[in-house]
């Protein structure tokens, strides 16, 4: 097949899906956002695409999203056009929605067949918006808001003919009208590399290295914000550290906002809730609590197979690739009792889940595992033989996936045939 494939950052979700794709023989193009760059990647052969205008100044603020994304639409729509014209008609597009870019894929190649990524689909109410009433919006206006931002999403599902999700609690959050289009497949954990090391350990500067046999707390976001508990888990530090004293904590993550807004004022998230809790820990209790910022691949596994417990909060959305790994790597694992977690995290079974807002819980929970080794290794073996059984990548999900697409495929096929068959 002819397959093209639409992400602004390219590979994203499709790292694994896209050589597999051109090892099958397959003919991959991609569009990705990009001035310029390597004219191949994988096999794959990339195309950018950069927008040709900026935000209008006066938009209206709840416009100012879906107008981005039809700037994207349509400078891809245009490349499209240039791709068809020198002769390429893919018979699959698989793209990512959420940034836009997919919209206009139909008007080029109608016959084509349009699986997308389904991520999220937004709502004011039962999701992440209202979640946390400590951040909750003052405006009323904001229902309003949402519902133009699923402009994108609604539009994306009238012409898509089939999508991938990689979660059921993902996928139940898009409308019942189009869920029997979705096939819920994760993009997958890659278990022969993410996996627990005895001898591994993590080196913080060159005077301290964390192996095995210490005690290491580690807590990982994107950036560290109030979407993934970083608030809760900050606030809950000086109780931690107090009872203790041997602790090594290790926070994993960056300075900026990956979702929700902004801090009101010039601190990061970050640092707000570093000034909030300065004083209730010592200085000298502070040379324990490590910020390491973003890490490599290699580390990030590191720094999972040295821990001896690792903490995951998150509102109700998009759940983490960094929970699938932990428990690839056989971590004991500390958990939000929210939707998208318990989907992974059997309560005793695959790792212990408290409520996303009680603080003391959160302590007590991981006292107990720090206290009770036993404990903490027969979690951990159950959580590993979770992922390996149901999100494995070479066994499980790029099977799944290379079916679907192949699926979609065969649609695409028997369309096209009837379609001739109709002209003759």
Not at 98 to 106: D, R, T
Not at 354 to 383: C, M, S, W
Not at 391 to 418: A, F, I
């Amino acid at each position: 097949m002819k397959i093209l494939i639409v992400h602004q950052n390219f590979p994203g979700q499709f790292l694994h899906l896209a050589p597999a794709l051109v090892e099958q023989g397959h003919e991959v193009h991609a569009f990705v956002l990009r001035k310029s760059g390597a004219e191949t990647w994988s096999g794959v052969q990339l195309h950018s695409y950069t927008p040709s205008r900026g935000n209008a100044k006066a938009i209206h603020p709840w416009l100012l999203d879906l107008e981005s994304k039809v700037i994207r639409a349509e400078s891809v729509f245009r490349a499209c056009l240039k791709l068809s014209a020198s002769g390429f008609t893919p018979d699959v597009v698989l793209a990512h929605p959420g940034w836009g870019e997919s919209l206009f894929i139909k008007d080029v190649w109608p016959n084509a067949q349009l699986g997308i990524y389904c991520e999220l689909f937004y709502s004011e109410r039962g999701l992440d918006v209202d979640f946390d009433p400590e951040f909750a919006t003052r405006d009323p206006g904001n229902a309003c808001r949402l519902r133009l931002k699923n402009v994108n999403n609604n539009l994306h599902l009238e012409v898509a003919d089939a999508a991938i999700s990689p979660t059921q609690f993902q996928a139940n959050t898009f409308p019942q009208s189009f869920r029997h289009k979705i096939t819920v497949i994760h993009d997958g954990i890659d278990t022969d590399a993410i996996k627990s090391n005895s001898r591994a350990n993590l080196k913080i500067r060159d005077d301290l290295i964390f192996r095995t046999t210490d005690e290491v707390i580690t807590f990982a976001n994107r950036n560290l914000e109030p979407y993934r508990g970083y608030h809760v888990f900050m606030r809950a530090l000086p109780e931690l550290i107090r009872q203790r004293p041997k602790a090594q904590v290790v926070i994993i993550g960056g300075d900026g906002v990956s979702y929700g807004r902004a801090t009101p004022d010039e601190r990061s998230w970050k640092q707000t809730f570093v000034d909030e809790i300065n004083d209730l820990i010592s200085p000298e209790d502070w040379e324990r609590i490590h910020f390491v910022g973003h890490l490599s691949r290699a580390q990030f596994t590191q720094a999972l197979q040295v821990s001896t417990v690792h903490v995951y909060l998150t509102y109700p959305f998009v759940l983490s690739w960094s929970l699938l790994e932990a428990m690839s790597t056989e971590c004991a694992i500390v958990a939000s009792s929210t939707e998208p977690v318990e989907e992974l995290i059997d309560h005793g079974i695959t790792g212990l889940l408290v409520p996303f807002f009680d603080q003391t819980k959160l302590v007590n929970q991981i006292v107990n595992l720090l206290e009770k080794p036993e404990l903490r290794d027969a979690l951990g073996r159950a959580a590993r033989e979770k992922i390996v059984r149901l999100y494995d990548l070479k066994r499980v999900s790029l099977p799944h996936l290379l079916d679907w697409v192949s699926s979609l495929g065969n649609v695409g096929n028997n369309t096209r045939e009837n379609d001739r068959k109709l002209d003759g």
